[in-house]
């Protein structure tokens, strides 16, 4: 028996199965495109991701994409509570992903710093810009924001030299649609990308696809449980290399 939820919140739609779905019907329906190379004439559908907790399920949907032939854009968010891009394993993640032909974006925190205003952060999204750059080799285009909530002044086009996916073209003259929380909002994705009446921007994060059909809480919950087995393994590893003895 499914719960009302389920039907509601449409759980079966975030699989990575189905995941590959959307993407081939997408390739039916629109040219795919980046936030680079799209053209205002053009049918286009632009795929992105917000990696808030999650580069191990940000691969397999790169793995997918990679297998499906379309490229799309994975932004970093450096202060993530639930994964470190310094650590050697995400680091690893993360250039796994741009091998695979992907663009890599900036995904910026506004409410790290006390700043109201966009105009008073450029200089941090500067730095966080280089500092990605440096890290991991590649040029970074791209900027998204994480949980812009009160924030003003979006709509420039360009923010410390990059592309920002919230100005005024990329949130009002296409479609938008997101997956935030591990439910559609609004529109089911599926539908959207069905009629296909206007160039679409999808916001994807990686942590709500997941193998088995799951409830968002669930979702999020083995993202939180998979990062503490990680850590767990690691830090048994050392043990093991150190031959060191664990004490209960
Ligand atoms: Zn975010």
């Known amino acids: 028996m499914v719960s009302k939820s389920y039907i509601k919140y449409h759980f079966s739609d975030f699989t990575r199965d189905n995941y590959r779905k959307i993407i081939r019907l997408a390739k039916k329906n629109y040219i795919v495109r980046d936030f680079i190379n799209y053209k205002e004439n053009e049918k286009f559908i632009i795929l992105r991701h917000d990696m808030d907790y999650s580069v191990n399920s940000s ?30 394993r995400i680091h690893d993640l993360l250039l796994q992903i741009i091998r695979l032909g992907h663009n890599v974006g900036l995904h910026f925190d506004c409410n790290f710093y006390s700043r109201k205003a966009v105009k008073d952060m450029e200089s941090f999204i500067t730095k966080e810009k280089d500092l990605l750059e440096d890290y991991l080799k590649t040029k970074i285009k ?7 909530i009160n924030i003003k002044d979006f709509s420039k086009h360009y923010l410390a030299g990059m592309i920002n996916v919230y100005s005024d073209y990329f949130m009002n003259k296409i479609d938008y649609i ?18 296909a009446n206007k160039p679409l921007q999808v916001l994807i994060h990686p942590e709500y696809w997941t193998d088995q059909v799951m409830s968002p809480k669930e979702r999020i919950w083995r993202c939180i449980e998979g990062r503490a087995d990680n850590s767990r393994d690691a830090f048994l590893e050392i043990m093991k290399q150190t031959k060191r003895r664990m004490i209960d």
């Open 142 to 148: 791209v900027v998204s924001f994480h949980n812009p």
């Open 59 to 88: 691969l397999k949907l790169a793995l997918i994409e990679k297998e499906e032939k379309v490229k799309s854009t994975y932004f970093v968010y450096i202060h993530s509570f639930l994964y470190n891009i310094l650590e050697k």
């Open 178 to 195: 997101s997956d935030s929380n591990g439910y559609w909002r609004f529109r089911r994705l599926e539908d959207v990308i069905k009629e």
